[in-house]
């Protein structure tokens, strides 16, 4: 179903751009061009239709990053531990009750990403909702209850750092993406690079 305007105000969307790509020597991935854009730029379109807001949570080229328009918000230390600390930090300063939850890699995100997640979790009940793309779980792609925001500082104080054990501790809702598995590819080798360049000329094509 689609996203109506007041589950649209209800959602800020997190990109996470804050890794070190150690597979790809280090390079800032969403900064990768694909096809002549960032590939953070092509998951901004694909999301801003779908939520009220967006955060990039990124710890390097701060400045490059900002200039997509959207506030950019670091982990507030150096010890990059992953995409929970900069979730973490995103939920203290989002405004809404939910957030989305996207990679900046992948810019063949789905356009109803968010609104499917919003629809499942609210039929629930449940406070996470994480994609499944019919063979493994996608937890960068999930949609959140900010009031979490509490328990995950503290998993994140005593040392947690895994995303699914975290997801775990609140009994979280798999949502069947098996119909758009192509939404979920990223760039994790060079090689994946052109591979998403066809995938992207393709789409156009159709």
């Known amino acids: 179903m689609p996203l109506?305007?007041?589950?649209?105000?209800?959602?800020?969307a997190v990109i996470l751009a804050g890794g070190r790509a150690t597979r790809m020597g280090g390079v800032d991935?969403?900064?990768i061009s694909v096809n002549d854009r960032p590939m953070i730029a092509w998951v901004i379109d694909a999301l801003r239709p779908q939520v009220a807001d967006i955060l990039i949570s990124?710890?390097?080229?701060?400045?490059?990053?900002?200039?997509?328009?959207?506030?950019?918000i670091d982990d507030g230390d150096d010890e990059f531990r992953g995409p929970?600390?900069?979730l973490a930090s995103?939920?203290?300063?989002?405004?809404?009750?939910?957030i989305a939850l996207a990679p900046c890699d992948s810019p063949l995100l789905s356009g109803d990403l968010v609104p499917r997640l919003y629809t499942a979790?609210?039929?629930?009940?449940s406070r996470i909702a994480v994609a499944h793309d019919g063979n493994r779980l996608q937890p960068v792609f999930a949609l959140l209850d900010n009031a979490l925001v509490d328990d995950l500082t503290g998993y994140l104080d005593g040392g947690g750092r895994k995303i699914d054990q975290w997801y775990a501790r609140h009994g979280y809702l798999t949502v069947d993406f098996s119909d758009v598995t192509e939404s979920f590819a990223n760039i994790n080798a060079p090689d994946?690079?052109?591979a998403l360049a066809d995938k992207l000329a393709l789409c156009d094509r159709t």
């Open 4 to 12: 109506s305007e007041s589950r649209c105000k209800d959602v800020t």
């Open 121 to 125: 979790l609210s039929a629930t009940g």
């Open 29 to 31: 991935k969403g900064l």
């Open 58 to 72: 990124a710890n390097r080229n701060r400045d490059d990053y900002a200039e997509f328009g959207f506030p950019v």
């Open 192 to 194: 994946d690079q052109q």
């Open 84 to 86: 929970l600390a900069g």
């Open 90 to 98: 995103c939920m203290q300063v989002a405004r809404t009750p939910y």
